[in-house]
């Protein structure tokens, strides 16, 4: 037999503790039973392991070694876990940003497509009110001239000369201008007839007879508040808000 000297080897048999006691025992002159010997065999890791039969050698070390196998695949098993769970969290919080992110799109998109759509319906019903505001039924020269004209004839030519839809707003103005008479002249100003045109022949680019027939005046006026506002509401919107237009 062999003489091997080995310091804090881990032993797993129990049958190989028991033979290295014995043998520990013997060599050391030491006269204890067997038990003892175990005992402090597996109470120091830095007993001296001596003449162990080369058979029983080679097992301890084949047990040793499967038990660092062992080890080393439970800690790569435990690595491998830990690092599954972390790309696991990584991607639910890769995902969750994703997600958030296409829920922010999408309600942009909503949003801006439902202005979009706001817009061009105010953009067609501001049209359709300006093409309405055109559209009148009749013109100037559809009256015949006449030496002088009440209130409610002027107010009945405005009526047939003025979109339905605007006549309300075309005669808010009118009221507040001239209170309906085409004579009206501002002292001041010069400002003349209905819609107090300033200079007064301005009016002349809707007919000659400016100053004695309403209906060039409304003719006039008519288009001044379309071209200017878009329409007579439009005219009088800003006459609210400045007193003028």
């Known amino acids: 037999m062999s003489r091997i000297s080995v310091r804090g080897f881990a032993v797993a048999s129990a049958t ?8 520990v025992g013997v060599a050391s002159g030491n006269t204890q039973s067997s038990s003892s010997n175990d005992l402090e065999a597996t109470a120091s890791d830095a007993t001296l392991l001596a003449d162990i039969p080369a058979g029983q050698h080679a097992q301890v070390q084949t047990t040793s070694v499967a038990q ?10 435990t690595a491998a876990k830990k690092s599954a769970a972390e790309s696991a969290r990584k991607q639910a919080a890769k995902d969750a940003v994703a997600k958030q992110q296409a829920a922010e799109k999408a309600e942009k998109a909503a949003k801006e497509a439902a202005e979009q759509k706001a817009k061009e319906k ?3 019903e501001e049209e359709a009110k300006k093409t309405a505001s ?3 039924s009749r013109d100037a020269s559809d009256f015949a001239p006449q030496s002088s004209y009440s209130v409610s004839q002027v107010q009945s030519m405005a009526r047939q000369m003025v979109p339905g839809g605007q006549f309300q707003c ?9 209170t309906w008479n ?16 300033l200079p007064a022949s301005k009016m002349s680019s809707a007919g000659a007879d400016w100053r004695t027939n309403p209906a060039t005046q409304i003719k006039w006026g008519l288009n001044y508040m379309n071209d200017r506002y878009g329409s007579p509401c439009g005219a009088w919107e800003f006459w609210q808000a400045n007193h003028y237009y």
């Open 170 to 178: 075309f005669s808010n103005i009118v009221n507040h201008e001239s």
């Open 122 to 124: 105010k953009e067609r």
């Open 182 to 197: 085409y004579k009206a002249t501002n002292a001041s100003s010069g400002a003349y007839g209905l819609v107090q045109a």
């Open 68 to 77: 660092q196998a062992d080890a080393q695949a439970m800690a790569a098993d």
């Open 134 to 136: 055109r559209s009148s």
């Open 16 to 23: 190989a503790v028991t033979t290295v006691g014995a043998v």
